[in-house]
T-cell receptor, first 114, second 114 residues
Framework: DAGVTQSPTHLIKTRGQQVTLRCSPI?????VSWYQQVLGQGPQFIFQ???????GRGNFPDRFSARQFPNYSSELNVNALLLGDSALYLC?????????????FGPGTRLTVL | DQQVKQNSPSLSVQEGRISILNCDYT??????FLWYKKYPAEGPTFLIS?????DKNEDGRFTVFLNKSAKHLSLHIVPSQPGDSAVYFC?????????????FGDGTTLTVKP
């Protein structure tokens, strides 16, 4: 079975540009979460979507937005890129069982802002 | 305010010996804890978890211990193998919080020397 897939693998942008990252969850998973991992730090929660609705948002500015499609894939958009947005962006899918479920992560998209 | 802390950025052990990775948390609402392992160019992979109703969970060479009064958990790897060399993240989530919203520590890089 395919795991979580993300595209593109790497991306280079300049300040002020906009970027769209894509994620396909594991088959059967309806929840997709996005995390930002800056070098030397752990993943920081950005968004969670479930059944196309936003279910949670981390402490990120409005430049960050996301959506989920009927097939449960998801896009993360970042506008007006800043140098500090350079990071590994991880997508994770999961079920919604609160007691025992864990997340399955994709390989990430490495974004470099110049 | 970092709610999950891994105070040791790195740890080096000899093959065959025990590796002990530590994690502290400050949020009393956390009640489910997970460890993830991350290799370069890959997303984090779930390793082992523990609920706050337990103080120990074991899975093969990996054991997680939870001390709720001290708000501390540790991951023991016995015996350590060179293939265990990776970054280990501690993560936590609260009661009634689904798997898609976890708070991560900054990770500990484990190096197992042959």
């Amino acid at each position: 079975d395919a795991g979580v897939t993300q595209s593109p693998t790497h991306l280079i942008k300049t300040r002020g540009q906009q970027v769209t990252l894509r994620c396909s969850p594991i088959s059967g998973h309806k929840s997709v979460s996005w995390y930002q991992q800056v070098l030397g730090q752990g993943p920081q929660f950005i968004f969670q979507y479930y059944e196309k609705e936003e279910r949670g948002r981390g402490n990120f500015p409005d430049r960050f937005s996301a959506r989920q499609f009927p097939n449960y894939s998801s896009e993360l958009n970042v506008n007006a890129l800043l140098l500090g947005d350079s990071a590994l962006y991880l997508c994770a899918s999961s079920g919604m069982d609160r007691s025992t479920d864990t997340q399955y992560f994709g390989p990430g998209t490495r974004l470099t802002v110049l | 305010d970092q709610q999950v802390k891994q105070n040791s950025p790195s740890l080096s052990v000899q093959e065959g010996r025990i590796s002990i990775l530590n994690c502290d948390y400050t949020n009393s609402m956390f009640d489910y804890f997970l460890w993830y392992k991350k290799y370069p160019a890959e997303g984090p992979t779930f390793l082992i978890s523990i609920s706050s109703i337990k103080d120990k969970n074991e899975d093969g060479r990996f054991t997680v211990f939870l001390n709720k009064s001290a708000k501390h958990l540790s991951l023991h790897i016995v015996p350590s193998q060179p293939g265990d060399s990776a970054v280990y993240f501690c993560a936590a989530r609260g009661y009634n919080t689904n798997a898609g919203k976890s708070t991560f520590g900054d990770g500990t890089t484990l190096t197992v020397k042959p």
